[in-house]
T-cell receptor, first 112, second 115 residues
Framework: EDQVTQSPEALRLQEGESSSLNCSYTVSGLRGLFWYRQDPGKGPEFLFTLYSAGEEKEKERLKATLTKKESFLHITAPKPEDSATYLCAVLGYGGSQGNLIFGKGTKLSVKP | DSGVTQTPKHLITATGQRVTLRCSPRSGDLSVYWYQQSLDQGLQFLIQYYNGEERAKGNILERFSAQQFPDLHSELNLSSLELGDSALYFC??????????????FGPGTRLTVL
């Protein structure tokens, strides 16, 4: 069964304090790993898609990396506006097509 | 703004009732997906429609049903509502039938409260 585990559940950082969020996954053949950002009461906002081990993608202060078992979302010099829940999801070859399996997310708080 | 619209934003109803949630996908997208998000379960895939046809089914209860219309908007019908159905319901859309390169863009959600 495809599964996604995110850690930590919650992370508090000071502004400018860099850190990483972890997404561990088990999937029967990875078609894609997705990162989303979700603000309270709003829909998930797409950030990145990663397809194969070794791939990296960057957007502003965020950088996502992928290995065969996990993905990391690195946040460099975060600002208060980066506070949100970050969701990781995988799409595998098994199961229903289009069926994204989401982790429960990491809630990031960045204090000024 | 993802371009996916959902109505209503909030819905408060009683147990045993039936409600309909509506979703309009981004312009040009053929697939619509429905997800349920509750505090303890996280985001759970319910069902996918592609160009009017059911494409994939997840953990959708028999009390729930969906359809996609010729103009590609979709409706999720929830009946015989129970307290445990209270959750955020999200619609997402993508260009194609689904796949690693087919990004799902989410709408703002409908918050359902069952009293």
């Amino acid at each position: 069964e495809d599964q996604v585990t995110q850690s930590p559940e919650a992370l508090r950082l000071q502004e400018g304090e860099s850190s990483s969020l972890n997404c561990s996954y088990t999937v029967s053949g990875l078609r894609g790993l997705f990162w989303y950002r979700q603000d309270p009461g709003k829909g998930p906002e797409f950030l990145f898609t990663l397809y194969s081990a070794g791939e990296e993608k960057e957007k502003e202060r965020l950088k996502a990396t992928l290995t065969k078992k996990e993905s990391f979302l690195h946040i460099t010099a975060p600002k208060p506006e980066d506070s949100a829940t970050y969701l990781c999801a995988v799409l595998g070859y098994g199961g229903s097509q289009g069926n994204l399996i989401f982790g429960k997310g990491t809630k990031l708080s960045v204090k000024p | 703004d993802s371009g996916v619209t959902q109505t209503p934003k909030h819905l408060i109803t009683a147990t045993g009732q039936r409600v309909t949630l509506r979703c309009s996908p981004r312009s040009g997208d053929l697939s619509v997906y429905w997800y349920q998000q509750s505090l303890d379960q996280g985001l759970q895939f319910l069902i996918q429609y592609y160009n009017g046809e059911e494409r994939a089914k997840g953990n959708i209860l028999e009390r729930f049903s969906a359809q996609q219309f010729p103009d590609l908007h979709s409706e999720l019908n929830l009946s015989s509502l129970e307290l445990g159905d209270s959750a955020l319901y999200f619609c997402a859309s993508s260009e194609l039938a689904g796949g690693g390169t087919d990004t799902q863009y989410f709408g703002p959600g409908t918050r359902l409260t069952v009293l």
